[in-house]
């Protein structure tokens, strides 16, 4: 997957870094580029005058663009005007590979982000859902190894004070406590997880290097035999 363009969705600021902020470190690592949706202001929640500073803090620590979606925070609905900005991110970005909430959610802007995403994204071969912690059921079968990658999603969301100083969902140690349990599950140190609506692997095979052998051009004489060596 490198090499690729990579979108992540979230409701609201701090929600992508919350769900899939270790992974989008790990694709700007490979090489892939990276690039935050966030679909409204975060008005509705404490802190909100410092919330478009603070997801652009964010941003640069995950070495992520930043878009917003101009929507307001908990009015958010499917519909054609939200599945347009969703589609506009996709066609700009031309990304391979998304990433956004999980459609059972207990948010109504999380199950609309979710909902809107899907529709736009009817043709892209590899759709991720993360997890929030007001999802309501999540059934994850794909990992990422983030052991790398984990104190950089805490730098993310450190960017995010109002947040952080506000909330339980976003403290340090439930952060990685999260890590340390997909990461059990998946048998690594520490992972992010995923649940899939698609997922397709490439499974091209990567160029191969030069061979370096070469098959000289000059006639070499057999051994010479003695008799008792024929006998």
């Given at each position: 997957?490198?090499?690729?363009?990579?979108?992540?969705?979230?409701?609201?600021?701090?929600?992508?870094?919350?769900?899939?902020?270790?992974?989008?470190?790990?694709?700007?690592?490979?090489?892939?580029?990276?690039?935050?949706?966030?679909?409204?202001?975060?008005?509705?929640g404490p802190g909100t005058a410092n919330r478009h500073l603070e997801q652009r803090s964010a941003a640069a620590v995950l070495g992520a663009?930043?878009?917003?979606?101009?929507?307001?925070?908990?009015?958010?609905?499917?519909?054609?005007?939200?599945?347009?900005?969703?589609?506009?991110?996709?066609?700009?970005?031309?990304?391979?590979?998304?990433?956004?909430?999980?459609?059972?959610?207990?948010?109504?802007?999380?199950?609309?982000?979710?909902?809107?995403?899907?529709?736009?994204?009817?043709?892209?071969?590899?759709?991720?859902?993360?997890?929030?912690?007001?999802?309501?059921?999540?059934?994850?079968?794909?990992?990422?190894?983030?052991?790398?990658?984990?104190?950089?999603?805490?730098?993310?969301?450190?960017?995010?004070?109002?947040?952080?100083?506000?909330?339980?969902?976003?403290?340090?140690?439930?952060?990685?406590?999260?890590?340390?349990?997909?990461?059990?599950?998946?048998?690594?140190?520490?992972?992010?997880?995923?649940?899939?609506?698609?997922?397709?692997?490439?499974?091209?095979?990567?160029?191969?290097?030069?061979?370096?052998?070469?098959?000289?051009?000059?006639?070499?004489?057999?051994?010479?035999?003695?008799?008792?060596?024929?006998?």
């Amino acid at each position: 997957m490198a090499g690729k363009s990579v979108l992540a969705v979230g409701a609201h600021p701090d929600d992508v870094e919350l769900g899939c902020g270790a992974t989008l470190l790990a694709h700007a690592a490979a090489g892939d580029l990276v690039t935050m949706l966030v679909m409204t202001g975060g008005e509705s929640g404490p802190g909100t005058a410092n919330r478009h500073l603070e997801q652009r803090s964010a941003a640069a620590v995950l070495g992520a663009g930043l878009r917003w979606g101009g929507l307001v925070d908990c009015s958010m609905v499917a519909d054609i005007g939200t599945v347009a900005v969703v589609e506009q991110a996709l066609a700009e970005t031309a990304a391979d590979l998304v990433y956004v909430h999980a459609p059972e959610d207990s948010h109504q802007d999380h199950r609309a982000a979710a909902a809107a995403t899907l529709s736009a994204a009817r043709r892209l071969a590899r759709v991720l859902h993360y997890q929030s912690p007001s999802t309501l059921s999540f059934t994850p079968t794909v990992f990422v190894d983030v052991t790398a990658h984990l104190s950089g999603k805490l730098a993310a969301l450190a960017a995010h004070t109002s947040q952080v100083e506000n909330s339980p969902m976003v403290e340090p140690d439930a952060v990685q406590a999260s890590a340390r349990h997909w990461g059990a599950q998946a048998r690594i140190g520490f992972a992010e997880a995923f649940q899939p609506t698609r997922m397709v692997l490439d499974l091209a095979p990567a160029p191969r290097p030069a061979d370096r052998r070469r098959v000289s051009s000059r006639v070499v004489p057999a051994p010479h035999r003695t008799a008792a060596a024929t006998r």
